[in-house]
């Protein structure tokens, strides 16, 4: 349970939350911070996209920690993941529909894909997802079919670190982001079609995230550059950034 001056997060005017994150289009405002250690994760955007408890073997762990840094832990190995509710106020289709995708992830290799948030149908175009490739080489934003990959530098580190991952979509042009930072850009025509939503797994119900989430973001609009950074420097103090 947080209890920190930092939270409880109400949305209301204004351009940013307590905590400094942007509001403007928000769709999706999941916060581990705000978890109160029971029942579903409650979305602080005021659209009621909880992330539902699901059978227990299936359950991420909550982890409470100080300086609003708690987290679930997701373990690929028991396929564990949240199903998110409400999934038909979600940004679909083509063409002059944008969306931003974005959160808090730390994760280990596994010998699969793994992703932080994903929502629409297990066909080529179909889905939106964020996250990384088999061995943590790549941030891939993605339609399924058509993949945004950004390849880390070699001296990089990903395993085992918290890094903010943020995907944008224009309706042509994707982005991605890391830590605050656009690292790829990209063409592509991605119908987006009301499937399912997860946390920690692909729409095919598979490639489970292995490791720590904290926080998610999704907008329907294309987060700018300078909001982009906005939502990094508002959350990278809770993780030693």
């Known amino acids: 349970k947080c209890c920190s001056a930092e939270s409880p997060i109400v949305l209301g005017g204004d351009k940013y939350l307590n905590n400094g994150v942007v509001t403007d289009n928000m769709l999706l405002y999941l916060d581990a911070a705000s978890y109160q250690g029971f029942g579903n994760w409650l979305d602080q955007s005021g659209n009621h996209h909880h992330a539902q408890n699901l059978a227990i073997a299936r359950n991420p762990k909550f982890v409470s920690q100080p300086n609003n840094a708690s987290y679930f832990v997701f373990e690929s190995a028991n396929s564990q993941y949240f199903d998110v509710l409400n999934q038909e106020t979600m940004v679909y289709g083509t063409g002059n529909n944008p969306r931003t995708l974005s959160g808090w992830i730390n994760v280990q290799p596994t010998n699969n894909w793994q992703w932080l948030f994903t929502y629409g149908v297990a066909a080529g175009g179909q889905t939106m997802c964020l996250g990384f490739t088999r061995d943590m080489t790549q941030v891939c934003f993605s339609g399924y079919g058509g993949d945004l990959l950004f390849t880390k530098p070699s001296a990089t580190v990903w395993a085992g670190q918290w890094l903010y991952l943020c995907g944008t979509y224009s309706g042509t042009t994707a982005k991605v982001y890391v830590n605050g930072q656009l690292v790829a850009t990209g063409q592509f025509n991605w119908n987006t079609i ?28 294309e987060l700018s550059a300078d909001e982009v950074l906005q939502n990094y420097n508002a959350l990278k103090g809770r993780y030693g950034l």
Not at 201 to 206: E, F, I, K, P
Request: include cysteine; glycine fraction near 14%.
């Open 194 to 221: 009301k499937g399912i939503m997860s946390i920690g797994r692909q729409t095919n119900g598979n490639e489970f995230a292995n490791g720590k989430i904290s926080q998610i973001s999704c907008y329907s609009k």
